[in-house]
């Protein structure tokens, strides 16, 4: 009896504890997950390594009429530069490694409740040939954020990690420091974490190797690739015709190239590409970019920190190009064919040994 006496005076101890950190953990809600920040009271820390905590919450619970979302091809742009060019009010919610589908979800919930005027977005070509509802298994996705069911919100106020964050916050406010939220400019920006150069592309290549084992195109890649686009871009596009979407094929280094090529993938990839180009550039409110034929930028390995990520100023200008310069670059039913004659006479003829 003793026993089950004090087992039952610890838990009667313990609840109000549990039941506290609840109603901190919603009071202050660090993952916006029931109503947008009080940036009165607290500050409120954007994370990348939280990206699929936040963004939920950002995307149900802010104020904006502009996205700019992606992968981690989107992660380097600034909102206020967006803003300025686009004369609109922009969030930035990247998924470091998304497919199609994880972040087509993510952009249907802001119509939801949005009058969305702009979104910015880019479409890694590496994920073109995926199944239209596939997601990333190795990122930990926080369901019970994104779903409407209540009851495993347990999972949420009572969260090591998400306790760890109040903490973290009261002793900021405690210390005297500022409340607030971090910039959209500043949030998933990780260019001052990163070493760039052509060393760091490159690392121990010495050479690209010709394949003998050339990768083929069939009927079930073509299949897959046309359900994944039409399904992910292009219905989003046709629901929502008042919005201008601004998509872009994030200009990778030669390096990147090179290596489809040296895989037996590069024919195959280009393929693919091509076939998502022609159905986009059907939609009117639809604008396509393509941005490989700046060779100074993909040839250049000062501007990339793997084969894949450029820097900062890359993103900025692309912003600058879209807008300023649409007619030069954007990909029309005019123009589509001729950029994929163009795209493929390089990609494919380009000596890639020449750049060690």
Request: hydrophobic share 35%.
């Amino acid at each position: 009896m003793k026993t089950k006496k004090w087992l039952g005076l610890y838990c009667l101890a313990f609840l109000p504890i549990l039941l506290g950190i609840a109603i901190l953990t919603i009071f202050i809600d660090p993952f916006f997950h029931y109503r947008k920040p009080n940036t009165n009271l607290f500050f409120y820390e954007l994370t990348i390594k939280n990206e699929r905590y936040l963004n939920d919450g950002i995307i149900k619970n802010f104020d904006y009429d502009a996205i700019i979302t992606g992968s981690s091809m989107s992660e380097n742009f600034k909102s206020s530069e967006f803003n300025e060019l686009f004369h609109c009010n922009s969030i930035k919610v990247p998924f470091s490694g998304a497919t199609f589908y994880e972040i087509t979800n993510n952009i249907e919930k802001g119509f939801s409740n949005h009058n969305i005027k702009y979104v910015i977005r880019s479409l890694d070509s590496h994920v073109i040939n995926w199944d239209s509802k596939e997601k990333r298994t190795h990122f930990i996705y926080p369901e019970y954020l994104y779903n409407d069911t209540k009851v495993d919100d347990v999972k949420y106020f009572w969260n090591t990690s998400v306790f760890m964050l109040l903490l973290k916050n009261c002793s900021r406010q405690l210390m005297g420091h500022p409340s607030g939220i971090t910039s959209f400019d500043e949030y998933a920006n990780w260019m001052k974490e990163q070493r760039f150069g052509k060393s760091e592309v490159l690392k121990n290549r010495n050479d690209f190797k010709k394949t003998e084992s050339i990768s083929e195109f069939t009927t079930n890649d073509d299949k897959r690739v046309r359900e994944n686009v039409q399904n992910n871009i292009v219905n989003l596009a046709l629901k929502n015709p008042e919005t201008q979407f601004y998509y872009f094929s994030p200009p990778h280094s030669i390096v990147a190239w090179g290596e489809l090529y040296e895989n037996g993938e590069l024919s195959k990839r280009l393929k693919e590409e091509a076939i998502a180009a022609k159905m986009l550039v059907q939609c009117e409110n639809i604008h396509l970019f393509s941005f490989n034929s700046r060779k100074d930028w993909i040839l250049n390995l000062d501007r990339y920190k793997d084969t894949g990520h450029y820097d900062e100023q890359i993103n900025s200008e692309m912003l600058r190009l879209m807008k300023e310069e649409e007619d030069k670059y954007r990909i029309t039913k005019n123009n589509v064919e001729d950029y994929i004659k163009s795209e493929e006479d390089f990609f494919m003829n380009f000596d890639y040994n020449s750049i060690f």
